[in-house]
């Protein structure tokens, strides 16, 4: 099983929607949620990050955590096509002290006019 | 102030012959560390830095590959016998500190392609 997973998509949203990307993982003891947006053959990006349970805005993102189920969310509103890459979910584990990110897979969005 | 650099930004290279990799990080960052992206994947930790000491290793892939920083500040990562299983977007992140809620903020990436 994979320590971070996420579904790999696309996902296709039309304009002007919601998209919905969901993140679970594995370490019980986490403390630290990202989400970063990589374009295709760039370096990823820092969009968010959540550290409690509960809902997080900024802007049109926000992110969603909830610690019980292992599970931490991010909603795009109102898409637009520059927001058209993959959506990487990255966790800081208690199990390892030293701060490295384990990252999903990503989830590819697609925002179509 | 300036962001993570890392160069070369492309390198083409053939199996077998040894390359290096490198990595500034933004000033007054402590904490570095580097990853591995093959296509289509995710990123893949590799080996992380606090200071000049590697404290933790355990992402590297075999004894071909090995990195060193310097002064605290750049990073160099080194394969060695390249193989086409090698090729990859290699990525260094830097960080304030290496805990808790710091932000890691990545580099342009170096794109490693062995022939």
């Known amino acids: ?113 | 102030g300036a962001g993570v650099s890392q160069s070369p930004s492309n390198k083409v290279t053939e199996k077998g012959k040894d390359v290096e990799l490198r990595c500034d990080p933004i000033s007054g960052h402590t904490a570095l560390y580097w990853y591995r992206q093959s296509l289509g994947q995710g990123l893949e930790f590799l080996i992380y830095f606090q200071g000049n000491s590697a404290p933790d290793k355990s992402g590297l892939p075999s004894d071909r590959f090995s990195a060193e920083r310097t002064g605290g500040s750049v990073s160099t990562l080194t394969i060695q016998r390249t193989q086409q299983e090698d090729s990859a977007v290699y990525l260094c992140a830097s960080s304030f500190r290496p805990r808790g809620k710091e932000t890691q903020y990545f580099g342009p990436g170096t794109r490693l392609l062995v022939l």
């Not at chain 1, 986490?30 to 990006?45: I, L, V």
């Open chain 1, 1 to 113: 099983q994979k320590e971070v997973e996420q579904n790999s998509g696309p996902l296709s949203v039309p304009e002007g929607a919601i998209a919905s990307l969901n993140c679970t993982y594995s370490d019980r003891g986490s403390q630290s949620f990202f989400w970063y947006r990589q374009y295709s053959g760039k370096s990823p990006e820092l969009i968010m990050s959540i550290y409690s349970n509960g809902d997080k805005e900024d802007g049109r993102f926000t992110a969603q955590l909830n610690k019980a189920s292992q599970y931490v969310s991010l909603l795009i509103r109102d898409s637009q096509p520059s927001d058209s890459a993959t959506y990487l979910c990255a966790v800081k584990g208690v199990t390892d002290s030293w701060g490295k990110l384990q990252f999903g897979a990503g989830t590819q969005v697609v925002v179509t006019p």
